[in-house]
């Protein structure tokens, strides 16, 4: 079973998957459909906010946070991950929960990054918004490392993120029940 719907001018078939034993959601991945990540990508640049540097989470916001900075011709974006890795030093963290992810996670930060962010205006990307839970946790980061936070973007608004007015969307993703209605 699944959802289709047009993103950026383009058809997809989202499939549903179970989330609760009486919800559904629809699964969205950018990787591996470069046509989709590039329309997206423009059609959110179009509506970006003045900014000097954007941020996303690890790891299904990398495809479009780095076509978007491609395609307005910036050589950086600043990446929190879900683990530390060797090479970074100072690091920053931030508890998070995601709606697809049972676990509680932890994002990081680069203390280089985080001395980058510094003063500046930061923009906020990711593929869908729904809870929340990770967008608060990036916006911590931010916040800890001194950035300021000019805008929240995605390319889908998920449940009751469809009703925030603090985020810039492309299309309302809506929640399903069993038998693949929209609810």
Known sequence: MGYK???AGLERELPLCPLTDKLDIAAFVLFGDVE????CAAALCERAPEH???????????PLVYAM???MGVNRYILARKSVKLYMRDV????TQSITTAASQTLYIDGDDAEY???KRVLIVDDVIST??????????????????VGRMAILAEG?????????????????DKSGKPI
Do not use: W
């Open 36 to 39: 989709l990540t590039e329309h």
């Open 117 to 119: 962010m510094r003063g």
């Open 160 to 176: 009751d993120a469809q009703d925030r007015d603090d985020i810039i969307y492309l299309e309302k993703l809506p929640l399903f």
């Open 92 to 95: 920053m963290k931030c508890q």
């Open 69 to 71: 900075s491609r395609q």
């Open 132 to 149: 929340g839970g990770s967008l608060y946790s990036i916006e911590s980061l931010v916040e800890q490392a001194g950035g300021i936070v």
């Open 5 to 7: 719907m047009n993103i």
């Open 52 to 62: 000097d540097v954007m941020i996303t989470a690890e790891s299904k916001g990398i």
